[in-house]
C-alpha cells in the first residue's frame, strides 16, 4: 500500500540553530498533513497540519512546508530549543479519519 | 476541555495471560477511537479504530480484539499474550463526522510480555 517515509532517522542541532525535518509521501489523494512530536515514554502531541490546498503554514516558531509536484512535506523549527528534542512524526490522511503514520525521525537539540 | 485517559501506565504479564487496557475520553460526544501499538524506536501501527458504540474495524489481524462498551470507552483485549504482543500502546480520538482528521492521544500503556 501506499505510504509515509521521513528521509533522516535522526537530527542533530544545536540550541538556536534553525530545524528542517524531512517527509515524503507517495499517496497523491492524500489531502490533509499534519506533524506529531513525541517526547521519549509520552503520546504523540499534535504539532501543525495542512491542507493539500495550502503550501504554507506557520504556527508558533513551526512552519509546515507542502509541495505536491514532488510530494514533499517538511517541518521547520525556528530557534531549536532543547526542549524540542523529541521524536517528530509526519502523517497523511484522505477520505476517513485515519491516519497514516511515517518511521519518524529523531531531533537531538545540544545546548 | 477534552481529555483521554489510559490505565494502567506500566503492565508486565506472563505469555499466555490475558489483557485488559482500558482508555475513556471526557469532554465531548460520539468521537472517533483509535488504538495503536508502537514498538520500540518505530512509528505507530493502528490496530482498531471505531466510529460509535460497538462498531470497531479492525486493521491488523491478530490476537487483540477491541471493544466500546460506551461512547468514550475504549477497550483493548487479548486472551493469551504473545511475546510479539509487548510494546507500547497508545489510545487516541478525534471529532466524529468530516473535515476532523486530527487525533489527539492519551499517554500511553507501556506493555511488557515476559
Known amino acids: 500500500g501506499e505510504s509515509v517515509g521521513l528521509h533522516l532517522p535522526t537530527l542533530s542541532v544545536q540550541e538556536g540553530d534553525n530545524s528542517i525535518i524531512n517527509c515524503a509521501y507517495s499517496n497523491s489523494a492524500s489531502d490533509y498533513f499534519i506533524w506529531y512530536k513525541q517526547e521519549s515514554g509520552k503520546g504523540p502531541q499534535f504539532i501543525i497540519d495542512i491542507r493539500s490546498n495550502m503550501d504554507k503554514r506557520q504556527g508558533q516558531r513551526v512552519t509546515v512546508l507542502l509541495n505536491k509536484t514532488v510530494k514533499h512535506l517538511s517541518l521547520q523549527i525556528a530557534a531549536t530549543q532543547p526542549g524540542d528534542s523529541a521524536v517528530y512524526f509526519c502523517?497523511?490522511?484522505?477520505?476517513?479519519?485515519?491516519?497514516?503514520f511515517g518511521k519518524g525521525t529523531m531531533l537531538l537539540v545540544s545546548p | 476541555s477534552q481529555t483521554i485517559h489510559q490505565w494502567p501506565a506500566t503492565l508486565v504479564q506472563p505469555v499466555g495471560s490475558p489483557l485488559s487496557l482500558e482508555c475513556t475520553v471526557e469532554?465531548?460526544?460520539?468521537?472517533?477511537l483509535y488504538w495503536y501499538r508502537q514498538a520500540a524506536g518505530r512509528g505507530l501501527q493502528l490496530l482498531f479504530y471505531s466510529v460509535g458504540i460497538g462498531q470497531i474495524s479492525s486493521e491488523v489481524p491478530q490476537n487483540l480484539s477491541a471493544s466500546r462498551p460506551q461512547d468514550r470507552q475504549f477497550i483493548l483485549s487479548s486472551k493469551k499474550l504473545l511475546l510479539s504482543d509487548s510494546g507500547f500502546y497508545l489510545c487516541?480520538?478525534?471529532?466524529?463526522?468530516?473535515?476532523?482528521?486530527?487525533?489527539?492521544f492519551g499517554p500511553g500503556t507501556r506493555l511488557t510480555v515476559t
Open positions: 502523517a497523511e490522511a484522505s477520505g476517513y479519519s485515519t491516519l497514516t
Open positions: 469532554g465531548t460526544s460520539n468521537p472517533n
Open positions: 487516541a480520538w478525534s471529532a466524529s463526522g468530516t473535515g476532523g482528521y486530527e487525533q489527539y
